[in-house]
T-cell receptor, first 112, second 113 residues
């Protein structure tokens, strides 16, 4: 079972920031948080990951709370092409048997 | 060049048939995976291979037999297809076993009639 909970769906206006929340209250101290997205009819795409510090790359920013029980993915200027299902994932297991368990994700609809 | 490529993209077949889906990655990664996405859109890991060695087998029926001739290829063979096998199958790769950054293919949609 996935160790994360996310809202089922969200809307965002084009050009505005999209803030996607995720709860992972049972996360362990050495478990990373990963974000992927799946645009319709495509394979999932890696976005970003983090452990405890905030992270930023060319696609998004990841804000992780100090207690690490929740995080927020921020798309700073959402475009129509960002419409997708966004998955927040805590990798289960460790070492060679670690694996990504996908939950239901959040369907983000970016509207003009 | 497509990093992770799967063939065929679409596959329609009858119950009871045997079919294969092929996957190749040109990223030089050590680890490859098969995931299944069912009609409810849940993505579930099926297998992972690291340098041709099976690492993860998620209690998938033994009608499903992955084969890795080399670390750049991971094929999925399915025997005696059932209606419930209808799904989109995604191949993925990562630099090493346990890495969290996976690169996925475009998926192979299997329809069993």
């Amino acid at each position: 079972d996935a160790k994360t909970t996310q809202p089922t769906s969200m809307d965002c206006a084009e050009g505005r920031a999209a803030n996607l929340p995720c709860n992972h209250s049972t996360i362990s101290g050495n478990e990373y948080v990963y974000w992927y997205r799946q645009i319709h009819s495509q394979g999932p795409q890696y976005i970003i990951h983090g452990l405890k510090n905030n992270e930023t790359n060319e696609m998004a920013s990841l804000i992780i709370t100090e207690d690490r029980k929740s995080s927020t993915l921020i798309l700073p200027h959402a475009t129509l092409r960002d419409t997708a299902v966004y998955y927040c994932i805590v990798r289960v297991g460790s070492g060679n048997t670690g694996k990504l368990i996908f939950g239901q994700g959040t369907t983000l609809q970016v509207k003009p | 060049d497509t990093a992770v490529s799967q063939t065929p993209k679409y596959l329609v077949t009858q119950m009871g048939n045997d079919k294969s889906i092929k996957c190749e990655q040109n990223l030089g990664h050590d680890t490859m995976y098969w995931y299944k996405q069912d009609s409810k859109k849940f993505l579930k890991i099926m297998f992972s291979y690291n340098n041709k060695e099976l690492i993860i087998n998620e209690t998938v029926p033994n009608r499903f037999s992955p084969k890795s001739p080399d670390k750049a290829h991971l094929n999925l063979h399915i025997n005696s297809l059932e209606l419930g096998d209808s799904a989109v199958y995604f191949c993925a790769s990562s630099r090493f076993q346990g890495a969290g950054e996976l690169f996925f293919g475009e998926g192979s949609r299997l329809t069993v009639l």
